[in-house]
């Protein structure tokens, strides 16, 4: 054979008997699922929404009303006082950790080499998405434009009289 015919593992002459695929083309191990599939179609339809909520967010916040001059604590205490903007900041943000966590995993698959070095990466990338998006949960829900502390109202001009 020359170098430059090329066979596939099912050619007559990679064959090893009848019907059978020589041992070097032969697959180890068990299946992995579907898991890899549902992660390729998920950074499909996951970018799609995101390009949709970061246009939405963006001209939102830099194009309508007065610009990029008008975002200040103010602007975004109003913004999450309505539960819409809310849901629209959490899904940029669920997503968008999401999309880059499956990114940055299949890197990790395609050059760590080792399976210590492999596991270890995930575990450091799997830490940091999951503290990112329950702060950023925490944050979004819990955020309070007046805060009162020690019975006393923190100043912000922007606050209704107590």
Same mark, same amino acid.
């Given at each position: 054979?020359?170098?430059?015919?090329?066979?596939?593992?099912?050619?007559?002459?990679?064959?090893?008997?009848?019907?059978?695929?020589?041992?070097?083309?032969?697959?180890?191990?068990?299946?992995?699922?579907?898991?890899?599939?549902?992660?390729?179609?998920?950074?499909?339809?996951?970018?799609?929404?995101?390009?949709?909520?970061?246009? +939405?967010?963006?001209?939102?916040?830099?194009?309508?009303?007065?610009?990029?001059?008008?975002?200040?604590?103010?602007?975004?205490?109003?913004?999450?006082?309505?539960?819409?903007?809310?849901?629209?900041?959490?899904?940029?943000?669920?997503?968008?950790?999401?999309?880059?966590?499956? +990114?940055?995993?299949?890197?990790?698959?395609?050059?760590?080499?080792?399976?210590?070095?492999?596991?270890?990466?995930?575990?450091?990338?799997?830490?940091?998405?999951?503290?990112?998006?329950?702060?950023?949960?925490?944050?979004?829900?819990?955020?309070?434009?007046?805060?009162?502390?020690?019975?006393?109202?923190?100043?912000?001009?922007?606050?209704?009289?107590?």
């Amino acid at each position: 054979m020359s170098a430059t015919e090329i066979q596939s593992p099912r050619s007559a002459a990679a064959k090893v008997g009848s019907d059978r695929i020589a041992p070097q083309y032969r697959r180890n191990g068990a299946s992995r699922g579907n898991f890899e599939m549902i992660a390729w179609l998920f950074m499909r339809l996951s970018g799609v929404v995101l390009v949709v909520l970061i246009f +939405g967010h963006l001209t939102v916040n830099l194009l309508v009303g007065e610009g990029i001059k008008a975002i200040d604590f103010g602007f975004v205490a109003g913004k999450w006082a309505d539960p819409f903007w809310q849901a629209w900041d959490l899904a940029m943000l669920w997503l968008a950790m999401l999309h880059g966590t499956n +990114g940055v995993r299949t890197i990790i698959n395609d050059y760590a080499e080792k399976d210590a070095t492999r596991r270890g990466l995930k575990i450091v990338l799997y830490a940091a998405t999951t503290v990112i998006i329950l702060l950023g949960t925490l944050v979004i829900f819990t955020f309070d434009p007046c805060p009162v502390v020690n019975g006393v109202q923190l100043p912000g001009g922007f606050c209704p009289a107590p």
